[in-house]
T-cell receptor, first 115, second 110 residues
Framework: NAGVTQTPKFRILKIGQSMTLQCTQD?????MYWYRQDPGMGLKLIYY???????DKGEVPNGYNVSRSTTEDFPLRLELAAPSQTSVYFC??????????????FGPGTRLTVT | KNEVEQSPQNLTAQEGEFITINCSYS?????LHWLQQHPGGGIVSLFM???GKKKHGRLIATINIQEKHSSLHITASHPRDSAVYIC????????????FGTGTSLTVIP
């Protein structure tokens, strides 16, 4: 299993541009999450999904959109990029389990700079 | 306000030392997650706890639900343990969302 994969690894955007961060997991997990990590701060939840077709906002959803058309994929869309969206973005997935229910598995992250 | 606090923020240890990292939280939780973030940025799950104690190799995690406190211990520390250790909690009333502490940066010197 590849686990959780994210593309791209790095990206530089100009203010006002748009882009999609891709996230795919091959563990058949029903829960998927998008976080951002800013220097000196804990990870903040942007959006999450409990299954295909179901998404919900987290703590910091403004400026982002998501969709979940399949169990495997959970893309994050940035519209009209702003410097405040410069961050490292992590995708994660989890599922019910017997020993460690909802333990989160993280992708490698995408480092985004908006200038 | 629901909060997760970790201490210390930064920790330097000599190789071989016993290390303790603390996590305190403000209200009831249904689970606590310890994670390790490598210098390259990747995040790996270490433990998921709802009570008691878990051990994996040189790592031990404990949780005291009444005191709203968890500790992560590293025995016989090694330079490869150098990383940021992150505590995350799932509040009892927030489904499967986790809230993260700011992390403890550990450096183990040979």
């Amino acid at each position: 299993n590849a686990g959780v994969t994210q593309t791209p690894k790095f990206r530089i955007l100009k203010i006002g541009q748009s882009m999609t961060l891709q996230c795919t997991q091959d563990m058949n997990h029903n829960y998927m999450y998008w976080y951002r990590q800013d220097p000196g701060m804990g990870l903040k939840l942007i959006y999450y999904s409990v299954g295909a077709g179901i998404t919900d906002k987290g703590e910091v959803p403004n400026g982002y959109n998501v969709s979940r058309s399949t169990t495997e994929d959970f893309p994050l869309r940035l519209e009209l990029a702003a410097p405040s969206q410069t961050s490292v973005y992590f995708c994660a997935s989890s599922a019910p389990g017997l020993s460690t229910p909802y333990e989160q598995y993280f992708g490698p992250g995408t480092r985004l700079t908006v200038t | 306000k629901n909060e997760v606090e970790q201490s210390p923020q930064n920790l330097t240890a000599q190789e071989g030392e016993f290390i303790t990292i603390n996590c305190s939280y403000s209200v009831g939780i249904s689970a606590l997650h310890w994670l390790q973030q490598h210098p390259g940025g990747g995040i790996v799950s270490l433990f998921m706890l709802s009570s008691g104690k878990k051990k994996h190799g040189r790592l031990i995690a404990t949780i005291n639900i009444q005191e709203k406190h968890s500790s992560l211990h590293i025995t016989a520390s090694h330079p490869r343990d150098s990383a940021v250790y992150i505590c995350a909690v799932r509040w009892s009333n927030t489904g499967n969302q986790f809230y993260f502490g700011t992390g403890t940066s550990l450096t183990v010197i040979p």
